[in-house]
């Protein structure tokens, strides 16, 4: 699940009665599309006021000196990362394909790795969320000379070129390809793909939960590909319906494991490029298990594998020869709730050594580990969170990582060395968030940093954190923040009745006076790991809650337990029980509030989105809920339908864990609704699927609870294209007014 920015008869009432009468902030509005002081629904998503600038993707040069990206009118550029001078590398108007008239527009890219060959993504297709389908062209830079990837037909997927740079490899119709670029022949590696057995990239399932796409890997040799073979035979279909563009409605086939129900089988295997033979990875006979992660062990001979077992309570870090198919397990990770996937596993020293992150302590750190699964030593420890592997100077012996050593709500950039001596040293400076992607070469590190209430700063940093120049100030957006007449986020925290401390951000009116009584809107997610109460730039969202704030509004988001960055214990208590502490923590954070001499304990609200609108939606359901209104958006109803990976990571099976799911599910609890209760969902969502929220209203009918449903056809999880951000916001503001 993914934290997103996330009756139909009588949706259709309730969204012809929104468009005929002018909702209740239309004096506002349009006040606001004239005082620059003003908030409006239209300036915030359907205006370039705080429009932000984009870093164009940055592909760094093997000296460590230099970068290239793609420029404003399409060629390729590179820049000198010390004092900024550019070139045009590669015109756009030589990327003219044979036989076409029109050049090809540079989507992404990348480098051979003698950089004399760059392999180019063009236009794209959307695969779910993402465009993961497309056409593939290499550039050759000394023949100048552009030749397609391939010449059949069908979409290409995942494409690398091998490291000679003399092949390149894909995915198409879930079978890999490979072509010799200096005859353009190509040659199918794999022979199955349909539409249950995938090569090389991956189910609904996987992709979403395990965030994984590309399932295929060059070896470092260039003599074999590493790749998943992804069976999805035993998961059962789920319909949704296209009822916009035909007479009669269409259903959307979507093979979709509830929870509970049969998983796609996994298998690894290593495909011979000269031979087209494979070699399956010896990973047991358990085929409910999960190979979640796979790379070559930097070496041509052995592969990585991460296996986790479905209950997800113990990772396996294994190792797997490529021409025998023998594995043996190189360490065990075992948690009595969860175990997260390892994504800071790093190699260093030629695959001597490699990075590892765990819990194992009680706060997530940085292990160190030899090739043999040995442990050698842990590189951090404290009462915080390694949040990530942001990069590695090996040449300098520093590993890069994100951090949280200054509080929860922050995130710093750290280095510590890989020998163990000393301690970790802090390299960003300025209180907020900062997020980093370092050079290859560990000569600079790009340093994205934000606020809360401040948009992003990108600047490049020397790797002891001086600034070497700012690349993206926002200037236009912050100036037209400036002239906002609001007041920025101020951070609290408070505890509850069993004196469990917990975060806050609150965001008050600009002409705030305490002595009057305010009604106040909660913004919740709350799921397991997340956060909502960082000090980072929230983006529309969060204009939003300062437009409501201009309206008489204190909007406040309070993290519960369960939410991450303050150790294992903290994120883990709810275990096999999702919901119940969580809504407990939201309601205490109300009762907080409502203490407070400036609140107007009778008006009080709560709105989320996806595990937020489960959260909205159940809390308001519990005994003693003091909030008189909430909205939820794409919420789940019943942990039963949403998906096999995420929840039973936190609740196991329904089969093993019956209570658990009763007592989590709002459809179980639907007849003790207190409050009125705004239900928002997109007809067309393959997540939290549309069937949660008709489960949801069924049981609120069948229980003789009066709600408001809206429905948006054909919108996806992010309820979002066109103009559908205008209405759903102004829709959602108006109910607000009405209600609080």
Known sequence: MTNTFAPRRAVLGLALALAAVPHAGAAQQTAAAQDP?????????ASSDFRLQSLPAVQWMKDGQRF????????????NAADGTRSVLIQKSRLVPAGARESIDIEDYSWSQDERRLLIYTNSQPVWRSNTKGTYYVWDLDAQRLRPASTNPGW?????LSPDGMRV???????????DLATGAETRLTRDGSETIINGTFDWV??????????????PDGRRIAYWRINQAPVRTFY??????????????????????????ARIGVADVATGQTRWMETGADSSVYLARMEWAASPDEVMIQRLNRHQNRLEVMLANAGTGAARTLFTETDSAWVDVGDDFHWIGNGRQFLWSSERDGY???YLYNRDGSLARQLTRGQWEVTSVLGVDERSGYVYFGGTEEGPAQRHVYRTRLDGRGQAEQVSREAGTHVAALSPAGTYWLDFYSQAGVPPVISLRRPEGTLVRTLADNANARQALDRLAIRKPEFFQFRT??????????IKPADFDPARKYPVLMYVYGGPGSQTVTDAWGGGRYLWHQMLAQQGYIVVSVDNRGTGARGRDFKKVTYQNLGTTEAQDQISAARWLAAQPYVDAGRIGLWGWSYGGYMTSFTLMQPGSPFRAGIAVAPVADWELYDTIYTERFMRTPQENPEGYRRSSPVAQAANLRGKLLLIHGTGDDNVHFQNSVRLANALQAAGKQFQFMAYPNRTHSISGGRTSVHLYTMMTDWILQNL
């Not at 290409?156 to 690398?160: D, G, H």
């Not at 490899?169 to 390809?177: A, C, K, L, P, Y």
């Open 37 to 45: 002081a003003r908030l409006s629904i239209e300036r915030i998503f």
């Open 68 to 79: 290239t990206f793609v420029g404003p009118n399409g060629d390729l550029m590179v820049e």
């Open 156 to 160: 290409q997927q995942f494409a690398k």
């Open 169 to 179: 490899g894909f995915v198409r119709d879930n079978d890999i390809f490979v072509t």
């Open 206 to 219: 996987y992709e979403e939960e395990l965030g994984l796409q590309d399932g295929w890997r060059w070896s």
């Open 240 to 265: 949704m319906m296209q009822e916009t563009d035909s007479l009669y409605a269409q259903p959307v086939a979507l093979r979709y494991p509830k929870a509970g129900t049969p998983n796609p089988i």
């Open 364 to 366: 997530n750190h940085l």
């Open 497 to 506: 009745q069993d004196g469990t401390a917990l975060n806050g951000w609150m």
